[in-house]
Every structure is written in C-alpha cells, then in structure tokens.
C-alpha cells in the first residue's frame, strides 16, 4: 500500500517556476515506477513525466520536454515535477501516481495508487 500526498501548487504568472513535491508512505515505495499527470477543466487527464524506480529513466510529454524535470529521492520517498518556462496551458490540477508495473508509462490506468492533486494555475 502507497499514499501519496502532493504539494507546491498555486498561482504564478507565464514564464515562473513551480517544483511540485509528492511525498510517499509505504515500505516498498523504491520499487515503483512514480509518474506525474495532469487534468485541466473539461478535459481528460494526461501524462506529463514519469520515472523509473532507480530515477535511470525519465518520460515525458512532447508538450512539457525542455521545461519539466522529473526527480526522486527513494530515501525521503519523495518525487518531484521542476517545472520552468510556466504557461498559461499548464494550469491544471497536477497528481502524483505510482506503478508497481508498468507497461506504457504514459496510461494511467496501469498506475495503482494517485495522490489527491494539488493546483497549478499559470496566468498569462
């Protein structure tokens, strides 16, 4: 069992940074694959990056590559999204996830546990 809280959301103008933090609970926390994703108002939820259980690999999203940065440190069980170069198309509520397996890193219905989100609004 993992539970996942994110934090360092809020409200920014074009071209900010934000580093969102995802602190995880949970013995085995080092063996998951912990993914970032992202849902604005009336649309469907989508990837932004991902990371594999030793942080060797990263993923993202053509829309966030060159502005996102996606790190962990499995001894403070804690991911993080550095997000630079902000724009008003970031804003979204942006949630945490974690995949004991993955296949595609991008579908979120392979991750098993999400946090509750925390809010990013970018103002133009």
């Known amino acids: 069992q993992v539970q996942l809280v994110e934090s360092g959301g809020g409200l920014v103008q074009a071209g900010d940074s934000l580093r969102l933090s995802c602190a995880a609970s949970?013995?085995?926390?080092?063996?998951?694959?912990m993914g970032w994703f992202r849902q604005a108002p009336g649309k469907e939820r989508e990837f932004v990056a991902a990371?594999?259980?030793?942080?060797?690999?990263?993923y993202y999203a053509d829309s966030v590559k060159g502005r996102f940065t996606i790190s962990r440190d499995n001894a403070k069980k804690m991911v993080y999204l550095q997000m630079n170069s902000l724009k008003p198309e970031d804003t979204a509520v942006y949630y945490c996830?974690?995949?004991?397996?993955?296949?595609?890193?991008?579908?979120?219905?392979?991750?098993?546990?999400w946090g509750q989100g925390t809010q990013v609004t970018v103002s133009s």
């Open positions: 996830a974690a995949a004991s397996i993955i296949g595609a890193v991008g579908n979120g219905n392979e991750y098993d546990y």
């Open positions: 949970g013995r085995t926390f080092s063996s998951y694959t």
């Open positions: 990371i594999s259980w030793n942080g060797g690999r990263t």
